[in-house]
DNA sequence: GCTGGCACTCCCGCTAATAGAGTGCCAGTC
DNA sequence: GACTGGCACTCTATTAGCGGGAGTGCCAGC
């Protein structure tokens, strides 16, 4: 049996109601609050068949009903509409990011920007190195023996790692290595870089190829294995709204989960440009995270993307509300890289 | 009236209870766990004495008792024997930091090992840079207008400016300023900069006088308007142990003062070298943090601070043993950092 | 296929009763 | 004078019992 467009129309306004009473929604009130056009009775009908069908559940026998994560998940594919983004949301966006100075600054507003507007955890990766170019690579002396070899990105992102050398290097040595390597690498992806920097060690001559090899040693690890990614975290404060009744009676795993930078990683990571995706309850595969949703959006200068950005709540939240923001800010956020 | 020893035993046996029981201590357990060596009759009487002190207190007429802030200061400043660390906990800080790689590493693996020993919540200070050197300044020309100033101080923190040039400038001029400005103020303490940084755009060449007051302001406001500090922070899922007892019944107001780096640094800020300090309730003059106490100690090479770390928890907390744990850790953090 | 009616179920909030822990005080003892 | 045992008292936390109410499922009728 498939359903009829009055069972979504009463699925739409069970989830609309429970996310915004957190209680049970009643045949009732049901009808009462959305103009059906049907009586209870009838409400209780398709009901039934909702629940039948597993999109709804009742807490216990002769309570309201609640949606399932498979009710949410109908929602958000099918029933929601996009809902634009209110005057004041557009304003706040602009008033929080405008004077951002640097790329810290843009990921540390946004995070909380995000946070304060969908009154939900945020979370902002920093630019990807490997999804990075090189703008420049800088070599400072240390000491006799040491360099600290400094990579700036195109996104505006500094990586900075010492290098022990073999030997004293002097002020010409270095100069040359500097040069050498930003011909090299500059302007390349870090993706590609390995075997640029494999190719250096191989062209360069005798005399320097100890501290070509050297240097290039810790060079990948920055390009690759370095390639740890970073993320900025606010508005844990908000998991306490709505009392303890999401996430069934504790933060602790939330709280957990959310220490964990591969777990937030995972949650906003491989995303495909140009969409917003939805993981409700444990679509998200992350035992801590059952109860909750995310909402999370790939960002960078026009379709490609650098990085992901999202929000976690309960699975008790308003999708079309925190998809719009999410989205909303996603973008900003990428034209305000591609203007760097 | 004052406290004789017996008393004061009774108020630490008091602590250590409560501090592992979490409920109100009365007479009759005392004597029980502790071989005070009297009746729990006198007990009472003894306690009568340091409620009306102001020690203690009954949260409800004949129920246990409970130590007040006041009796908490009492036990801290009186009656801590300093614990020392268990070798286990002495492998784990070394286990933990090994391995390092740079500034973020370190502090990174400091904030969570100081979480999972004291099983509290940590905060970190990054080296601070108005107390930090400057190691070396770095112009890299991003196109022929900007520049990016890169600092790096030596406390192995990098910071970046983008330098916006009030016309081209080559490559030769480049080079120019950058000897000047670090010629001028390499091994400077960033405190100490602001004059000489001063200096350096009167005494430049007329021709080279508005790059140089260009590049004097971002300077400056890299040293010192914009030594904003950073931090880092973990272990917030410590806060729901102990249930929701502790911080009256939400951690809401606790999670939201966390996220405020200007409250943080209050709490970490302003240390004396080698000691230990102890904020306990609403010493902190923190309205969200009423029911919270922080132990904090600065860290850095030798008895100089770079910057602050330390821990949060509920008053009723493991005092000697989170004093011994922190002031360990700030001491192995000082000594790493001495060693680079 | 929709509706009104009706009996049924179960939660929630209220009150009352009880058990238990701990106190304060007092008289007695060393 | 300091300490102790005993005792009455207070207050909390827990449990049980009892409607009230919301909501359901089902059925007969339109």
Known sequence: MSLDDRKLEVLRAIVE?????????????LVDRHKLGVSPATVRNDMAVLEEEGYIRQPHTSAGRVPTDAGYRLFVDRL??????SPAERRAIERFM???????DVVHRTVRLLAQLTRQVAVVQYPSLSRSAVRHLELV???????????????GRVEQRLVEMPGPVGDGEVWELRLRVNEKLAGQRLSDAPP?????????VPERRAAMTCLASVLLETLVERSEERLALAGTANLTRGGVLDFQGTLRPVLEALEEEVILLKLIGDLEPRTTRVLIGDENQIDNLRSASVVSSGYGPGTTIVGGLGVLGPTRMDYPGTIATVRAVARYVGDLLAQN
Chains 1, 2 share one sequence.
């Open 141 to 155: 002396p240390i000491s006799t023996t040491r360099l600290m070899l400094v990579m700036i990105t195109d996104t």
């Open 17 to 29: 109601d429970y996310v915004e009473t957190q209680e049970p929604v009643g045949s009732k009130a």
């Open 98 to 104: 405008v004077g951002a100075v640097d790329l810290d």
């Open 196 to 204: 640029l920097v494999q190719k250096l060690v191989e062209e360069s």
């Open 80 to 85: 929601t509409k996009i809902k634009p983004l």
